[in-house]
């Protein structure tokens, strides 16, 4: 029996108002298990209007109640742990183990470190700059939020986008993937029972649905997590009407592994940082930047650990990583693979697994150079290319030599080199001996084309919040 998702605006279930509907699709059988609606400008209007209502209300709650609500929505979340696990792996095909520990947790103790963060908002102290007159400095939510969501992490991104939003007291229209609809309509339901309705909202729909969020004049701010053509085209969107973007996009995170590091220790992490979720992931470890005098051996020892990592269906305990999301991904991967230079070699993989849903081997490409486009593009798939270097100002050129710049990690056991290298990568986050690692209280975000703003830390929450001087005489 087919299972029917519906927007969720001010505070009730709707479906789309022309009754308009798109198929969702499981990634491990490639058939359709359920529909959702593909909202339309009728849809979006109502969900702003929803969230433009709710706004000061909100706003105007003190950032005490903030938390006390955020808290309830984890202990929620918690609460309804199978279910939201359920619902991710349905819509993802996810090793169900490794969504409850690995993101479903994660998810929820960052629900709890921006309830935390709603009551330390502070300014800097109000003081005499001018003679007779004083200045304070406030910090208020910027309004209405427009949040797109992506399919690679649909419940956890959901969680990047809103917790913070709501935490500084904006309300929110959010949209999930078209293809990943599932956790976020769950959790509008977790939600709804204990916000002020308006105050979040879910409007499903695919990239016109987006496009008419972020062109909508009442948001003050959009955010997204996706691809570099789709933020170009949100920043181009906002800035017809000045809005405030957040764009969380591509990466081809370098791993740069130096001829001191432990290489066991270094294929070990790798090939979770690589393959993990299928390496469907901004900060996957894709490139592998491998000093000469141990480049052979890294790459037999990493060719050997891809061969034994399993894929698979999502209750089997055994597999790192299901399938590749939909069929355009599994298309896009084995192009990718297709097309390689004749200079490259497969190491490991390289091929579907299996002819029912969209499984790939994990894989490992050796002998490629620096312009290669599999080198140059993220692939967004279970991929990594391996790539030799002479020494470490070679190291930093090749792993700088791309238009993203994400994620990167360091492997050596030499202090002032991985202190030189962590200074010299242009990347938002440097890793050292360890790589995909996150934590609330860490700020993610990149340069370049992967974007700007940032996710979790006081710093995400920040980013939500806009600074107005306020000036008083002192005169009677």
Not at 120 to 136: N, P, V
Not at 440 to 450: D, L, Q, T, Y
């Amino acid at each position: 029996m087919s299972t029917t998702f519906r927007n969720y605006i001010d505070g009730a279930f709707a479906d789309a108002s022309d009754g308009r509907t798109l198929d969702v699709v499981d990634p491990t059988t490639g058939e359709v298990y359920a529909t959702s609606p593909l909202s339309g400008p009728a849809d979006v209007d109502a969900a702003m209007a929803a969230a433009a209502a709710a706004f000061p209300g909100w706003r105007d709650t003190t950032p005490s109640v903030r938390q006390r609500a955020l808290l309830k929505i984890a202990d929620a979340m918690e609460a309804r742990a199978d279910d939201l696990v359920d619902a991710e792996s349905r819509d993802t095909g996810k090793p169900l183990h490794l969504l409850r520990s690995d993101e479903l947790a994660p998810a929820i103790d960052q629900v709890r470190f921006f309830a935390g963060a709603a009551r330390m908002l502070e300014g800097r102290s109000a003081g005499e700059y001018m003679e007779g007159l004083t200045s304070i400095i406030r910090r208020e939510p910027v309004g209405v939020c427009a949040q797109v969501a992506p399919w690679n992490y649909p419940l956890l991104m959901a969680v990047w986008k809103f917790a913070p939003a709501l935490a500084a007291g904006n309300a929110v229209v959010l949209k999930p993937s078209d293809t990943t609809p599932a956790s976020t309509v769950l959790l509008a339901e977790i939600i709804g029972q204990i916000l002020p309705k308006g105050v979040f909202n879910v409007v499903c729909g695919d990239r016109e649905t987006g496009r008419a969020m972020v062109e909508h004049p009442t948001p003050a701010m959009a955010s997204i997590t996706g691809s570099v053509r789709a933020g170009m085209q949100v920043a181009e969107s906002a800035a017809k009407d000045v809005k405030r973007v957040h764009l969380e996009l591509g990466g081809k995170a370098p791993a740069v592994v130096f001829e001191d590091a432990d290489l066991a220790k270094a294929v070990d992490d790798l090939v979770v940082g690589g393959f993990f979720n299928a390496g469907q992931d901004c900060t996957a470890a894709t490139r592998v930047l491998v000093h000469e005098s141990v480049h052979d051996e890294f790459v037999s020892a990493l060719a050997k650990a891809a061969a034994d990592t399993k894929t698979g269906l999502p209750d089997d305990e055994d597999v790192l990583y299901g399938p590749l999301n939909n069929a355009n991904q599994l298309a896009q991967v084995t192009g990718f693979i297709e097309r390689l230079p004749a200079h490259a070699k497969v190491e490991a993989g390289g091929h579907r697994v299996g002819d029912k849903g969209y499984f790939y081997a994990p894989t490992v490409v050796s002998g490629l150079r620096q312009d290669d486009e599999i080198v140059q593009q993220e692939v967004f798939g279970p991929v990594m290319t391996v790539q030799s270097f002479t020494d470490e100002a070679q190291a930093v050129e090749y792993a700088n030599g791309v238009e993203y710049a994400l994620a990167s990690s360091v492997w050596t056991k030499d202090h002032a080199r991985a202190m030189r290298m962590s200074k010299n990568l242009d990347f938002g986050c440097v890793w050292i001996n360890t790589h995909m690692a996150l934590v609330a209280e860490m700020p993610h975000g990149g340069f370049k084309k992967s974007g700007y703003g940032k996710d979790l830390s006081a710093y995400g929450f920040e980013d939500y919040t806009r600074i107005k001087h306020v000036m008083t005489s002192l005169d009677d």
